[in-house]
């Protein structure tokens, strides 16, 4: 058994650079397909989007928050997706993200329904660490040098 998972370890850990390509392309993916209808919305759902930031205690621009939601998810997806700067678009992601899991929580909308968020954080924070993989255009452009080969 323990041959068994040496070897399995051995393999996927040599495939590292596909599994960072399939995460990207479902997380940014994913990212795209939630932020394209807020962007999309247009001042009066980005109005909507943007009073969450009203338990944060700021009322002023919730169209230009909601927007900057929106345009995170979607444009931030979209570079998730490529590979394309690659840790900025995950920075912007977890920060997106951790500002939605706090309002959710600050409007009692319970763990459940805020976890989500939560999760998705993690991962981005974790992305941050971890890069975009051998098969990104940060690695195609030379913009994630510090890799190792």
Not at 24 to 47: N, S, T
Not at 104 to 110: A, R, T
Request: charged share 15%; proline share 3%.
């Amino acid at each position: 058994m323990k041959a068994f998972v040496q070897c399995l370890n051995r393999f996927l850990f040599s495939q590292r650079d596909l599994g960072l390509l399939l995460f990207r392309l479902a997380i940014g993916g994913m990212f795209m397909w939630h932020g394209l209808p807020k962007l999309l919305g247009g001042p009066e759902k980005w109005a909507v989007l943007g009073q969450t930031m009203e338990v944060f205690g700021l009322y002023f621009a919730p169209e230009l928050f909601g927007f900057l939601s929106g345009a995170s998810e979607f444009l931030g997806g979209l570079l998730i997706l490529l590979g394309l700067f690659y840790r900025a678009a995950a920075l912007f992601l977890c920060v997106n993200l951790l500002v939605a899991f706090s309002s959710q929580l600050l409007q009692n909308k319970g763990l459940f329904k805020a976890a989500q968020s939560f999760e998705d954080a993690a991962s981005f924070l974790a992305a941050l660490f971890v890069g975009p993989g051998r098969y990104s255009l940060d690695h195609f452009l030379g913009l994630d040098q510090n890799r190792e080969q």
